[in-house]
């Protein structure tokens, strides 16, 4: 029996920003009070992964001065820059079972079958409450954690140096040790290969929720990789009559078409006009609702322009650089009508929707298989990085 015990086991470690991650020895704490320490069974890899993999900031002065390093944090949140820290356990699409629990928990016991989420779900707070948000107050939720938690780490080396934490998830580890606000206990009957998927990117594309898409109407995606294909799925159930793909690749039309793409406009291949120019003449008038699944300030721009005026819904999902502003004309904002809003996470409340999407994939409704294109085994989780930044795969799962 492990429980109360720091378990030694395998994580892969980003040690240098950009450098392949190494597998090693860690030793991972027990649980505190409302924790949780789960044995992740699989996890796959979102781009926000990659993301922070390849931030480099100062994170050389950190076995310097702990006082220095403080202060480089407190200047990145000022300047909402965030901190790249290493070494670093990143990984935050999984899915484990509970091996001990905290004091206080109560909502979940040895053996359970659970996923961990970056974003947390307290279930007592205004907004946790309220059917409206998904946006907890009292673990609020940063782009720019430091560690997490108490701004402790759980995670340290066999040389009891100290690993951080990756959006409180960390997955690229045979253990890891999560706050219970951010544990989603779920149906054990899903496979585990798809499961995980839920935690972040395919779940952010639920269109059902942040648009509220309704029969028979017309959508816009920009960025067919997996959170667009995501969005796209969501449409189809939903009963939209038109999913417009628009991608620079032009494969992704055929990908698109097996999530309910029924369109397709690719940039490159539409002389001078602008892609906002052709989605309105293509829909007389402009969508209904437009999805920016890049992280692209201005394709969030495409995506207002190209969307009804009166009634069209831009929602912006893709994550773009912290200090990257969006300009809008007041005139046009007055005159247009439309609305313009941004997601963490599709609008999704973790703990009530992650069990709705889960039942709609056992009903065989939700397709979740297709986004799985690759899956390999831990020793190999680099070429998960490769194959995503060669634009190789929607999501690759990685078996513990
Ligand atoms: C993202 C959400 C925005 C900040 C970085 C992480 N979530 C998951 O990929
Ligand atoms: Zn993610």
Redesign the pocket.
């Given at each position: 029996n492990t429980a109360g015990k720091p378990i030694r086991c395998r994580a892969a470690i980003a040690r240098k920003p950009r450098e392949p991650l190494v597998i090693e020895e860690v030793i991972v704490a027990a649980p505190k009070p409302r924790e949780v320490r789960i044995k992740i069974i699989c996890t796959s890899l979102?781009?926000?992964?990659i993301?922070?993999w390849k931030l480099e900031v100062d994170s050389c002065l950190r076995s310097k001065l702990v006082f220095l390093l403080k202060l480089i944090n407190d200047c990145c949140f000022l300047l909402k820059r965030?901190p790249a820290i290493f070494p670093r356990i990143l990984g935050?699409e999984a899915i484990g079972v509970v091996e001990s629990i905290g004091e206080g928990v109560h909502e979940v016991v040895e053996g359970d079958t659970v996923i961990p989420m970056?974003?947390p779900d307290c279930g007592e707070c205004a907004d946790c409450l309220s059917k409206k948000s998904n946006l907890c107050s009292k673990y609020p939720f940063h782009?720019t954690p430091w560690v997490g938690r108490d701004e402790t780490s759980r995670f340290t080396d066999i040389n009891g140096e100290t690993l951080y934490h990756f959006?409180h998830v960390s997955s690229f580890t045979e253990y890891t040790v999560v706050e219970m606000a951010r544990v989603i206990k779920v149906d054990p009957a899903i496979p585990a290969n798809r499961a995980c998927l839920l935690s972040?990117?395919v779940s952010?594309g639920a269109a059902w929720k942040a648009a509220k898409v309704e029969i028979g109407t017309t959508v816009a995606i920009f960025g067919l990789g997996a959170i667009g294909l995501a969005v796209a799925e969501g449409a189809r159930l939903c009963g939209a009559k038109r999913i417009i793909g628009v991608d620079v690749n032009q494969d992704k039309f055929e990908i698109g078409k097996k999530f309910g793409v029924t369109d397709f406009v690719n940039p490159r291949n539409i002389g001078d006009k602008t892609v906002s120019q052709v989605i309105i003449e293509m829909t007389d008038g402009g969508a209904d609702y437009c999805f920016e699944c890049v992280g692209l300030t201005s394709l969030v721009h495409e995506a207002y322009a190209a969307s009804r005026k009166g009634w069209g819904k831009t929602v912006m999902l893709g994550?773009d650089q912290p200090e990257s502003m969006l300009t809008l004309s007041s005139f046009g904002l007055l005159e247009g009508g439309k609305s313009l809003t941004g997601s963490?996470?599709g609008g999704l409340k973790p703990k009530s929707d992650i069990p709705v999407l889960i039942k709609r994939y056992m009903d065989n409704e939700l397709q979740l298989d297709l986004f799985v294109t690759h899956e390999v085994e831990f020793e190999d989780i680099n070429k998960a990085f490769d194959l995503l930044l060669e634009g190789k795969s929607l999501r690759c799962v990685i078996w513990m």
């Amino acid at each position: 029996n492990t429980a109360g015990k720091p378990i030694r086991c395998r994580a892969a470690i980003a040690r240098k920003p950009r450098e392949p991650l190494v597998i090693e020895e860690v030793i991972v704490a027990a649980p505190k009070p409302r924790e949780v320490r789960i044995k992740i069974i699989c996890t796959s890899l979102c781009h926000s992964d990659i993301n922070y993999w390849k931030l480099e900031v100062d994170s050389c002065l950190r076995s310097k001065l702990v006082f220095l390093l403080k202060l480089i944090n407190d200047c990145c949140f000022l300047l909402k820059r965030p901190p790249a820290i290493f070494p670093r356990i990143l990984g935050h699409e999984a899915i484990g079972v509970v091996e001990s629990i905290g004091e206080g928990v109560h909502e979940v016991v040895e053996g359970d079958t659970v996923i961990p989420m970056f974003l947390p779900d307290c279930g007592e707070c205004a907004d946790c409450l309220s059917k409206k948000s998904n946006l907890c107050s009292k673990y609020p939720f940063h782009c720019t954690p430091w560690v997490g938690r108490d701004e402790t780490s759980r995670f340290t080396d066999i040389n009891g140096e100290t690993l951080y934490h990756f959006l409180h998830v960390s997955s690229f580890t045979e253990y890891t040790v999560v706050e219970m606000a951010r544990v989603i206990k779920v149906d054990p009957a899903i496979p585990a290969n798809r499961a995980c998927l839920l935690s972040c990117g395919v779940s952010t594309g639920a269109a059902w929720k942040a648009a509220k898409v309704e029969i028979g109407t017309t959508v816009a995606i920009f960025g067919l990789g997996a959170i667009g294909l995501a969005v796209a799925e969501g449409a189809r159930l939903c009963g939209a009559k038109r999913i417009i793909g628009v991608d620079v690749n032009q494969d992704k039309f055929e990908i698109g078409k097996k999530f309910g793409v029924t369109d397709f406009v690719n940039p490159r291949n539409i002389g001078d006009k602008t892609v906002s120019q052709v989605i309105i003449e293509m829909t007389d008038g402009g969508a209904d609702y437009c999805f920016e699944c890049v992280g692209l300030t201005s394709l969030v721009h495409e995506a207002y322009a190209a969307s009804r005026k009166g009634w069209g819904k831009t929602v912006m999902l893709g994550v773009d650089q912290p200090e990257s502003m969006l300009t809008l004309s007041s005139f046009g904002l007055l005159e247009g009508g439309k609305s313009l809003t941004g997601s963490l996470f599709g609008g999704l409340k973790p703990k009530s929707d992650i069990p709705v999407l889960i039942k709609r994939y056992m009903d065989n409704e939700l397709q979740l298989d297709l986004f799985v294109t690759h899956e390999v085994e831990f020793e190999d989780i680099n070429k998960a990085f490769d194959l995503l930044l060669e634009g190789k795969s929607l999501r690759c799962v990685i078996w513990m």
